[in-house]
Structure formats: structure tokens, C-alpha cells
């Protein structure tokens, strides 16, 4: 009798306020797909951040990831973090994930900013074993990795934050290089941030 052998899946998560998603988050998600040859990556809005406050309605920001990452092959949308009480970390997000996806070879994606305090996180030195790290180059920052499962990719400079998307869109100005035609639609819909009328 032959045994079947599961196959391990390489999964990307990609955790974020998402508020709201842009041109320079999709990139990431295509690019890390790509070159890393992910199986999957998951994207994350966060619930209630543990380092953050402020932002719009974690079910609009869940609206906007799924409509932006729709077409991209590869790219799911999770509310594991949004569907919690209390306060998000990555550590126990990932302890949730690897319950649902056992077999699975997971890899962090963060920026070489978050990748600099990264040692603060909470359960830091669980996490680190339990995942690899992939950090993207971000402008102003030359983070040397500390661990052997950190990867820094010499990645292009993906432009806009989520603070431009928002103080344009305050501002009047036109977001359309910016955002995708999918995420326009959803903050006209609901003005959110301020009417883009």
C-alpha cells in the first residue's frame, strides 16, 4: 500500500493595518508571491493593534483588502485577527494559522522598519522559530538581519503609505495611482477618510 506524503505549502502572511490597502501593498504581495514562489499568502488585516490606534472600522478595511487582492492568483484575504477581542500580536495569529494549516512552511512579511524593533514583538523568540521572516527594502533604512531565519530581499522601493492615501484623499487630491479602481469605489461608497467627490 503506497502512503500518501502531504505536501508542505509555503505560506506567506502579510499583516497590516490596511487603512486604507494601496498600489504599494500589491506590490509587496505580487512581488513576495513570485520570488519566494509561495504556495499562498495571506493577507491580514489587523483587529485592534497593539500599537496603533485610530483607525477606520476593521470591516471596511476587511471590504477593501478583499476587493484589492480579488484578482490576484495566489493572495486570500483572512479576518482571523478581526473576528478576535482583545488585542492582535503575530505570534498567536500565527499559532492560529499553523492550527489550520498544519503542513504548512510559513513566512512573515514586514518591512525593514518593522524588522528593526522586531526583537520588541511580543513571544519574539517563539515566533522566530515557528516562522521565517521575509523583511522588503523601505526607503531610509538599511536593516542587517539578526537571526538565521530573517531574509532581507533586495526589493524594489514600493511608493505610498497609507497616511499619503489618506491626507489626499482629505485633501481633495487625486488617489487613482495610488489606490486600485476596486478600493476608489469602496471609499466613495462610504466616504470614508472624507468624500472623494
Known sequence: ?????KKTEKIGVYGGSFDPIHLGHIGIIKYVLSQKKLDK????????????E???SSRMRLEMAEAACKKIEGAEVSDIEI??????????TLMKLKEIYPD???????GEDS?????EWKEYHKLIEEAKFIVLRRGGWEYTPTHPNIEVLDSPIFPYS??????AIRDGRDI???????????????RLYKSMD
Open 115 to 119: 524588522a528593526d524593533y522586531l526583537h
Open 41 to 52: 499568502l495571506i493577507v491580514v488585516p489587523v483587529g485592534n493593534p497593539s500599537h496603533r
Open 162 to 167: 497609507s497616511t499619503e492615501v489618506r491626507n
Open 83 to 92: 473576528r478576535e477581542e482583545g488585542t492582535s500580536y503575530t505570534y498567536e
Open 176 to 190: 487613482s495611482s495610488m489606490i486600485s479602481p476596486e478600493v476608489a469605489a469602496i471609499i466613495r461608497k462610504y
Open 54 to 56: 485610530g483607525l477606520i
Open 1 to 5: 500500500m503506497t502512503q500518501t506524503v
Open 104 to 110: 504548512g512552511e510559513f513566512y512573515e512579511i514586514i
